[in-house]
């Protein structure tokens, strides 16, 4: 039955298009690279063109969740054929992609639905404290252990216990976690007893796993262990068709949350919005989208209020400007466009220089450091 589970979920590795293997490693360039806009989906953005209907039988575990692309359905068809079993589950994609909805619905769908779900971030927490974080310890089993501690294996008893960032695990353990997964047991720090874990576990990570174990760096056997179940989220440059209907959920609850009317979007932001590669993927459009709904005026949201890169400030930097025949002052001239810019974005926030920073790219005392140095002031 696994086997066939994984052939399934196998379907779900693709190569990169571009060759991008995260948020983290795009070079400018990479960020600028765009694709051509189906001028039906601009109108959906715009004219709010009714979106193509859902596919029928969208899968049951798919509560919530955004898009139709076969790619993404398919993710959620694993997860309803697999939720009511008590297999591990790997979930891996990169930043952003949707991991924890995943793994939220994972557990939703299960006979374990309205037990706890808990979730640890294996990443974000330092590695002394891990271990009591997650089997818990008894009073007097460190110093500084002055009361007993519940861990969050026990917190998430009859539930599902979601390790994020799993990649991140010190070996030390990785050792303990497999025998959880091995005999369904562990033990408190500084306690000598045997406890039953009974938890479903879920893990994900954003990183190569199996280059991982290549390196040391991660067990094999605990790979193996996790990787029963592997679900492979794909970014959302390889789902393009998902952008739509996810910028119009986020503009509508975005305004809902800061209280103000649903603005509508211009034909080129929504161009914009459709050609970007979103290497951040849902997370970078679900910000993008809150910090446009802010920033927006009258109503519309146009190019000047998304993230420069989004906006494509990258290409118009190197836009090719002709040369003067008699030469030119180089220095000056960048300098002056440079001015130019900054007070843009000055004057389109009232000279907030929180927003004029991001609306920039800028770190806020990188902006206020350059104002100094240019003698930039409001005018009175
Ligand atoms: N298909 C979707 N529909 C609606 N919201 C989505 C969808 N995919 C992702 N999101 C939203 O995008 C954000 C990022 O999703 P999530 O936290 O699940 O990603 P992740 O893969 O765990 O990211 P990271 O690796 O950065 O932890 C969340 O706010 C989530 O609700
Ligand atoms: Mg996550």
Redesign the pocket.
Known sequence: MDKDFEMSSGTFVRMDFDGLTGADSCEDDEHDQRVEVDPLAIEQLVAAAPLPAPKAQRPRSMVG???DSDS?VEVYRLVDRIAETMCTVLVT?E???????VARAVHDSSSRGARPFVAVNCGAIPEALLESELFGHVRGAFTGAVAHKTGRIAAAQGGTLFL?EIGELPLSLQVKLLRVLQTHEYSPVGDARTLKADVRIVA?T?VDLESAVATGAFREDLYYRLNVIHVH?PPLRDRRE?VPP?VR?FVDSSATRVGREVPRMSAAAAELLLSYAWPGN??EL?NSIERAVLLCQDGVIEPRDLPARVAGLGAERRAATSLPDGGMDLRAAVESFENDLIRQALSRTGWNKNQAARLLGLNRTTLVEMLKRKRMVRAA
């Open positions: 969740v955004i898009g993404l994609g930043s952003g992609t949707g991991k924890e909805l994020d994900a954003n989220l998902d996810l959920r849902v997370r679900e």
